[in-house]
């Protein structure tokens, strides 16, 4: 079965600072890798999504940029922060032949 | 916006059954129904997925109705365990929809 790695699981951080956060994803090959947000008592926001090493979509127009440079790794970044930033982020794989998405631990950003 | 709607809340009591109904009327011929839940602060968890049949796992059933334009998820059992915002999706499993999008979900509170 599959296995997401996410951290941190929590992060305060300024305004215009840099943001990293990775992904890492056990158990499966090739599989598509998604990047989503979760503002406090929203349903969750599809930010990226990948389906191969190098491929990325982007699904609104954002101050965040995401990269996939190994098979199983996800990466969303950020050059400076905003206030706005702030949220819940949670990566999800899902592998050839599986029915349901597998959602990491998710990482907690406040900026401030 | 969410292809689904459900109730904002629903209470139940702890060994009884809980069924959560979901709507979703303009669903496409092609298109599974996804049960999800989150517990506060965690990641998403897959439940269960149907296309028309009803299915049951050691999580949950899935009851869909013969028009498929609305489905209840049943937690035989509900333990307090259980409590959690239960998001139901509509998704192709086929083709470049590859997004599943989220609505506000049931959060349901199992109490003692």
């Known amino acids: 079965s599959q296995t997401i790695h996410q951290w941190p699981a929590t992060l305060v951080q300024p305004v215009g600072s840099p943001l990293s956060l990775e992904c890492t994803v056990e158990?499966?090959?090739?599989?598509?890798l998604y990047w989503y947000r979760q503002a406090a008592g929203r349903g969750l926001q599809l930010l990226f999504y990948?389906?191969?090493?190098?491929?990325i979509s982007s699904e609104v127009p954002q101050n965040l940029s995401a990269s996939r440079p190994q098979d199983r790794q996800f990466i969303l970044s950020s050059k400076k922060l905003l206030l706005s930033d702030s949220g819940f982020y949670l990566c999800?794989?899902?592998?050839?032949?599986?029915?349901?998405?597998?959602f990491g631990s998710g990482t907690r950003l406040t900026v401030v | 916006d969410a292809k689904t709607t459900q109730p904002p809340s629903m209470d139940c009591a702890e060994g009884r059954a809980a069924n959560l109904p979901c709507n979703h009327s303009?669903?496409?011929?092609?298109?599974?129904v996804y049960w999800y839940r989150q517990i506060h602060s965690q990641g998403p968890q897959y439940i269960i997925h149907?296309?028309?049949?009803?299915e049951t796992n050691e999580m949950a059933s899935l009851i869909i109705t013969e028009d498929r334009k609305s489905s209840t998820l049943i937690l035989p059992h509900a333990t307090l365990r259980d409590t959690a915002v239960y998001y139901c999706?509509?998704?192709?499993?086929?083709?470049?929809?590859?997004?599943?999008?989220w609505g506000l979900g049931t959060s349901l509170a199992v109490n003692p």
């Open positions: 999800a794989s899902k592998g050839q032949g599986v029915s349901g998405y597998t």
């Open positions: 990948s389906v191969g090493i190098g491929q």
């Open positions: 149907g296309l028309k049949n009803n």
């Open positions: 303009t669903i496409s011929g092609n298109e599974y």
């Open positions: 158990g499966t090959s090739n599989p598509n």
């Open positions: 999706i509509v998704r192709a499993n086929a083709g470049n929809n590859r997004k599943l999008i």
